[in-house]
């Protein structure tokens, strides 16, 4: 038995392993949070786009020696606040012109470490994740911008509820809708940015989307959805993370499969409601 | 008396991508006005009351609006996200979303909005969402939100459209309710004799203004004509201008063979 328990807590005795789940939990509740909004306003596909776009930063500033956070983190915040506006337009033609400038975006980072990045490792991190690298500073920034985005989303939670159901009568009601919207892409830029090296540019969109998804099929309340998300984001993470130990599979791998598992587990549980609910959902 | 104008409209035109889809609107609404505003399917009605509200700005001349003017906007149920998370309480609060506010709805906005559910018919439903209800219903809870706002001028988008004959009884006795309390009423409609004739003014809309007056000038076969560009008779029963499908006669011949 005692033999047992101590087979199943040996992960917690590697730092590079406690800063990982940290980082990782932290970080499937941050996406379970800020995922409420894309799943609900059905821009599942920026969130695809902004991973790719920093992506591209973080390759430019790996190359030329600048520090993660500052170089994809201007580069983020830049293609989150001007995807936001090419999106909000509304304009024939916005998703095409947002998938071609983010995916180009990310065939830049890609050739840039190609041509003068370390090992191919190194790009297997930046797409898959690594829970190897994982420091300090990553710790302090995840929770800094999950603190943020708490305080941000408490404190202006009728503007974000209004500003996402009903943009139009929002702004004429006296929400600045712009601006709310230019916060969220904000934010969602800054949690691509401090998630990415745990989870990776390919699977974030997921734990995006898959959490308040899974939060929507079980309730019919925003306020609801808003604490139901990052719990769920926050547990496969930390599940996933977990197994992925034992089995031997990447961390961010696991986790969106623990998450899928939820999915598919919830999906049958609350049957025909649960569905009806999602069915609404909008391009995900 | 003549009031005071809320919005006055002079050459306005409203377009999407480059295409007109309102021209050289000239308009002018005062404080207690009731004006309808009718149109066949895509005539600019929506776009029409979206300028008036300014969620779309003219790419020619001007609308100017009272200072300050509080308006109440009630949207064309169809461009509502029905399967949107929100309860009846929420939607209707949701118009005091200024900057401080706390996420909990606070128990005087409660008691406020349960007076105005109640009002409106909605009275124990203030915990239901939003697609757990009838189309009246529903439409009575963007009605609820508008009217939480306590607005001078309230703005409706067909807000009889797809309810039943009790339904739009109900919905017409509420406006005039409403208007006789001092709240000044714009809204659109395709309802032509459930609705419209019923008003004390009305505005045809086709792309641009054919005509504005009251039912008995405005409803004549030629101006619906020109409006609908579908012919159309009209017949006065009690005094009030009955509107029959020109096409009638044909119809009833086809069908007749088919008998
Ligand atoms: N968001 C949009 N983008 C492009 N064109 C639009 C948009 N909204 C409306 N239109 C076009 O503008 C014209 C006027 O539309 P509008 O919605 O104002 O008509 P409407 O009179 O309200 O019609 P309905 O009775 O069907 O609601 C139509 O030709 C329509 O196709
Ligand atoms: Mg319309």
């Known amino acids: ?284 | 008396m003549i009031g005071e104008v809320l919005v006055e409209c002079a050459h306005m035109s409203c377009a999407y991508n480059s295409t007109l889809a309102i021209k050289s609107i000239d308009l002018t609404i005062r404080k207690g006005d009731f004006v309808g505003i009718v149109g066949p399917s895509g005539s600019g009605k929506t776009t029409l009351l979206k300028a008036i509200l300014g969620s779309i700005t003219p790419v020619e001349g001007h609308i100017t609006k009272k200072p300050h003017l509080r308006m109440g906007y009630v949207p064309q149920v169809e461009t509502v996200d029905w399967n949107f998370p929100v309860t009846v309480l929420e939607v209707v609060v949701m118009t005091r979303s200024s900057v401080g506010r706390l996420p909990r709805v606070t128990k005087d906005e409660r008691a406020d909005a349960l007076l105005v559910l109640e009002r409106l018919g909605l009275g124990g439903l203030e915990n239901r969402h939003i697609r757990e209800l009838s189309g009246g219903q529903q439409q009575r809870v963007f009605v609820a939100r508008a009217l939480f706002h306590r607005p001078e001028l309230l703005v409706l988008d067909e807000p009889t459209s797809g309810v039943d004959v009790r339904t739009r009884h109900e919905v017409l006795h509420l406006l005039a309710d409403l208007h006789d309390e001092g709240v000044s009423i714009i809204l659109s409609t395709h309802d032509l004799n459930g609705l419209a004739a019923h008003l004390p003014r009305l505005v045809c809309l086709n792309l641009e203004i054919i005509a504005d007056g009251s039912p008995v000038d405005v409803m004549t076969p030629e101006i619906l004509e020109r409006t609908f560009g579908a012919p159309m008779e009209v017949l006065v029963h009690g005094g009030m201008p009955v509107v029959v499908d020109g096409v009638g006669a044909d119809i009833a011949e086809r069908m007749s063979r088919l008998a």
């Open chain 1, 1 to 284: 038995m005692i033999h047992v328990i101590a087979g199943l807590t040996t992960p917690f005795r590697y730092q590079f392993f406690n800063n990982g789940i940290i980082v990782a939990t932290i970080a499937g509740a941050l996406c379970g949070l800020l995922g409420v909004f894309v799943v609900l306003r059905g821009m599942s596909y920026i969130g695809h786009g902004l991973s790719h776009a920093v992506f591209g930063g973080a390759a430019a500033s790996a190359v030329m020696n600048v520090n993660y956070f500052v170089g994809a983190g201007v580069w983020g915040i830049a293609s989150g606040v001007i995807i936001g506006r090419i999106a909000r337009r509304r304009l024939i033609g916005a998703d095409a012109a947002i998938g071609v400038v983010t995916t180009a975006s990310f065939a830049l980072g890609l050739a840039l470490l190609n041509r003068y990045g370390q090992a191919k490792k190194s790009i297997e991190a930046v797409l898959f994740g690594s829970v190897l690298g994982v420091k300090t500073i990553d710790i302090v920034a995840v929770s800094a911008v999950a603190i943020l985005s708490v305080v941000i989303i408490v404190a202006l939670y009728r503007a974000f509820l209004f500003a996402t159901f009903d943009p139009e009568v929002a702004q004429v009601s006296g929400v600045r809708v712009a601006w709310i919207e230019a916060l969220l892409m904000g934010l969602l830029s800054l949690t691509i940015l401090v998630t990415m090296r745990v989870i990776g540019t390919l699977l974030i969109s997921a734990l995006l989307v898959i959490p308040a998804s899974i939060a929507r099929m079980l309730t019919n309340s925003f306020a609801r959805m808003l604490w139901i998300s990052p719990i769920i984001g926050g547990v496969s993470a930390f599940v996933g993370m977990y197994l992925s130990y034992f089995l031997d599979t990447s961390a961010s791998a696991t986790i969106i499969l623990t998450g899928t598992l939820m999915f598919i587990v919830v999906y049958a549980v609350t049957g025909i409601r649960g569905r009806t609910r999602i069915s609404g959902l909008h391009h995900i």
